[in-house]
């Protein structure tokens, strides 16, 4: 029985109450520093599915591939990320569909602060973070080129501020609607690498997803100002009580909607409009690659037929044989 209590704090999240309602009674959980532990635990699970889909998947793909060292690794990246985010793309989906987040839009800042989470919802925050926090070890384990690590930290540490910033933050239902968002344009894009490193001339799925991309940032930023500006500020306690999990104040709407949601939304846009144009600048050099290789061997035979019709070469207008000397004119003769 002790051993089960202590695998208990492991395996299921912690820090669960029970409330009455109208339906019965309900059990809600609230963070605290016991979660600390149960992410412990789901990090390893997460290293452990990695290396499954690694070993079982990616790894068998690449041997039919036969790609370069560069190309296997953002592969073997892009094939690890493609897979999380389908199945957080679902899972977020469920989540927001049974708790009514996407059917009424209201519940993102009514009864604010949203102190108590149903078990689901702490459940895939919990994993969330576990994943992500696994993805640091991970560059050790995949020997990552340390040319590669900071764009993957930065990449990282931007996911931890904003899944534990909602969590901590008491902003737990904006924050799975956001991260629906976000994992339907990262799943499509990883897809289209995945794609376009077994084909290089297969580039449809990227214009497909700079549709979805710039789609889900304008949802995401139209949320964020609808639940962060309006809502939040049109409720009824506006005072810091962090012992009750309230942050509702003018100071921190300024903070967390500028600096926090705008600018991630700025980085990302950035990025966006890199690697738009560094695909522009590719197009670019394959097409002009492709138009001379068009045009080289033409050269060639045109200067063929020329030889072929002048057996020698020309010298102060005169055309001379091949071993140098002027062909003799034939005599006409005369009528």
């Not at 609808?226 to 921190?252: C, Q, S, Y």
Request: charged letters at 20%; glycine letters at 4%.
């Amino acid at each position: 029985q002790v051993t089960a209590k202590t695998a208990f704090i492991f395996i299921l999240p912690q820090y669960n109450s029970s409330l009455q309602s109208l339906e019965g009674e309900i059990v809600y959980y609230h963070y605290g520093a016991k979660d600390l532990v149960t992410i412990l635990f789901y990090i390893i699970i997460a290293i452990i599915l990695h290396a499954i889909v690694q070993e079982y998947v990616l790894d068998k793909i690449n041997r039919r591939l036969h790609l370069s060292k560069v190309k296997q690794s953002r592969f073997n990246e892009s094939g690890q990320l493609a897979a999380f985010h389908l199945s957080s793309m679902f899972w977020s989906l469920y989540v927001a569909g049974t708790e009514g987040y996407l059917s009424n839009p209201k519940t993102l800042w009514e009864s604010y602060p949203h102190v108590y989470l149903p078990f689901q919802v702490k459940f895939f925050y919990l994993c969330q973070l576990a994943y992500w926090l696994h993805s640091l070890p991970e560059l050790y384990f995949q020997k990552v080129k340390k040319e590669e690590i900071p764009r993957q930290l930065q990449y990282i540490i931007l996911y931890l501020l904003h899944i534990g910033g909602a969590y901590l933050l008491n902003l737990t239902r904006l924050g799975v609607i956001l991260l629906l968002l976000q994992s339907v344009s990262e799943f499509l894009f990883h897809i289209a690498r995945l794609f376009y490193f077994t084909d290089e001339s297969n580039q449809k799925l990227f214009n497909a997803w700079a549709v979805v991309f710039v789609v889900s940032r304008l949802f995401t930023l139209t949320l964020s100002v609808l639940t962060i500006g309006f809502g939040l500020a049109r409720a009824e306690i506006h005072t810091f009580n962090p012992d009750k999990g309230n942050f509702n104040t003018l100071l921190f709407r300024m903070i967390v909607l500028p600096h926090d949601v705008h600018f991630a939304d700025v980085m990302m846009m950035w990025r966006f409009i890199h690697f738009q144009l560094r695909r522009w600048r590719e197009s670019c050099k394959e097409q002009a690659a492709k138009k001379r290789t068009a045009i080289a061997p033409v050269i060639p035979k045109q200067q063929l037929k020329v030889l072929k019709k002048e057996s020698g070469y020309h010298e102060n207008g005169l055309l001379k044989a091949e071993n140098g000397s002027t062909p003799r004119q034939k005599k006409i003769k005369a009528p």
